[in-house]
Every structure is written in C-alpha cells, then in structure tokens.
T-cell receptor, first 114, second 117 residues
Framework: DQQVKQNSPSLSVQEGRISILNCDYTNSMFDYFLWYKKYPAEGPTFLISISSIKDKNEDGRFTVFLNKSAKHLSLHIVPSQPGDSAVYFCAAKGSGGSNYKLTFGKGTLLTVNP | NAGVMQNPRHLVRRRGQEARLRCSPMKGHSHVYWYRQLPEEGLKFMVYLQKENIIDESGMPKERFSAEFPKEGPSILRIQQVVRGDSAAYFC???????????????FGEGSRLTVL
C-alpha cells in the first residue's frame, strides 16, 4: 500500500523553464511534507518542506504547494538549471507516536537540458 | 564538519554470508535512523535508535536483521544469511533531536550498496 505516490518516474525540461514535480498521498494523518533531492551514488539531501497548516512555502527558486483537500503537493523549480538534474523524492510524516518516520515516494528523475 | 559517514560504500556478499553496515552520525546527533531502498523503490524506514536503545524497529524484517547503536562507536546494521532480495541501498540518517519533535530534516549518509550474489 503506497501512501505517498509520485506517478511520474521521469521529467525532462529545458534550462530556464519551470519544472513541476507532483506528489499525492493517501494518509490523512500526514501533517508535514518534505522534498529531498538525490544525485547518483549519494544520499538524499533535504530541499524544502511544508507544514499542513500552510499551502505554500518558498525558498529561492524552489516553491512547494500543498492542497490538503486533494491530498496533493507539488514542487516548482523556476528557473530550472542543469545542476537541478537529480531524483526528487517526496516524503511525508504524521503526528503522534511515530512522528519521526518518513514515508517516501518512489521518486521522479528530473533532467534539465541545457 | 563531517556529515553522516557510512561504510562500506559497496559490499558484495554471497548468499548465506553476513553483511555488516556501519553508520557514524553527524557530530552532536544522538538519533539514528536506517532506511532501505530496493531497486525502483523509494526509501523505506527500517529502524530508529538512540545510544544503547532501539526505539522502533517496526520496519525491520522479522528475521536475520538486527541493529545496534552502542555507547561507543558507530551504529551497525547486521544482516545474517543474506539472500538475493536483500540487495539494496541502505541509508543511515541522523538528527540532533527526535525528528518528529522539530520540523528539521534528517541528514542522510551516502548509503551502503549491498549486492548479494
């Protein structure tokens, strides 16, 4: 049972354009969402997060949008750069006793073409 | 300022052998988490440890897998009698406080890639 879904295994965009990565979740107990970026042969690194009490969080070129009613979040990268080429994982965690556990999606491979 | 250190980076074992993966958390971090990434999958939680304590091992397979975080030294994930299905990337992460108590992210190591022949 996949509680966090990234339905696009890959995405290709041109340098300078917008990249939009999508993520859906099924568990209504999730209240905090994170995006991680991963280069080949490296560990995931934190990119940006959002609490369920917000609908948008922005950090430089990266913006995360959360639609709680649709159980959907998206990561926007503007403008996209070749160095953004990586696998992006959406992750979620809930409140309560196991609030330290992250549930990850399968990832989306972003390729930014020069 | 060393990050989370994992070794070995790559490990090859034959079926039935034992695999030991080590993780040294970031300086000042006392909470360690292990995640496994099977091919074509996302990372899945395995276990959460503090010094000398296993807090939550609900993601660990019931047999052959064990983890520890001794008072001195790194955290160790041990897989006995490995099978081909254990081939995966094993990531260790650490946090300065319980990850759920603050909204900060986990800091991941570069992973240990286990291949079982």
């Amino acid at each position: 049972d996949q509680q966090v879904k990234q339905n696009s295994p890959s995405l290709s965009v041109q340098e300078g354009r917008i990249s939009i990565l999508n993520c859906d979740y099924t568990n209504s107990m999730f209240d905090y969402f994170l995006w991680y970026k991963k280069y080949p042969a490296e560990g995931p690194t934190f990119l940006i997060s959002i609490s369920s009490i917000k609908d948008k969080n922005e950090d430089g070129r990266f913006t995360v949008f959360l639609n709680k009613s649709a159980k959907h979040l998206s990561l926007h990268i503007v403008p996209s750069q070749p160095g953004d080429s990586a696998v992006y994982f959406c992750a979620a965690k809930g409140s309560g006793g196991s609030n330290y556990k992250l549930t990850f999606g399968k990832g989306t491979l972003l390729t930014v073409n020069p | 300022n060393a990050g989370v250190m994992q070794n070995p980076r790559h490990l090859v074992r034959r079926r039935g052998q034992e695999a030991r993966l080590r993780c040294s958390p970031m300086k000042g971090h006392s909470h360690v988490y292990w995640y496994r990434q099977l091919p074509e999958e996302g990372l899945k939680f395995m276990v959460y440890l503090q010094k000398e304590n296993i807090i939550d091992e609900s993601g660990m397979p019931k047999e052959r897998f064990s983890a520890e975080f001794p008072k001195e030294g790194p955290s160790i994930l041990r897989i006995q009698q490995v099978v081909r299905g254990d081939s995966a990337a094993y990531f260790c992460a650490s946090s300065p406080k319980l990850a759920g108590d603050y909204t900060g992210e986990l800091f991941f190591g570069e992973g240990s890639r286990l291949t079982v022949l």
